[in-house]
């Protein structure tokens, strides 16, 4: 159900998502965390970052594919939206 709603979440609800994954079993972590940079992609990239770097202080017990995928996008973000 969590992976269902995230579809549907505003930027502020994925923020505080981001902020909780600590809670969530390490697999169910993961793949909320997929579905969550599916989903972010259509956000302002400000809060693209703010949820990315939420994203990445939550992320214990995550599979390092997964947390890499997470990296690359906040660093593209900040070479492309800091020069």
Do not use: W
């Amino acid at each position: 159900k969590v992976i269902e709603s995230v579809e549907n979440m505003s930027a502020k609800e994925l923020n505080d998502l981001a902020k909780k994954l600590d809670t969530l079993p390490p697999e169910m972590k993961q793949r909320v965390m997929k579905e969550m940079m599916r989903k972010i992609r259509t956000l302002d990239p400000k809060q693209q970052s703010n949820i990315i770097r939420d994203m990445l202080g939550n992320a214990s017990d995550v599979d390092p594919k997964v947390i890499a995928e997470i990296i690359v996008r906040f660093v593209s973000y900040l070479f492309h939206y800091c020069d």
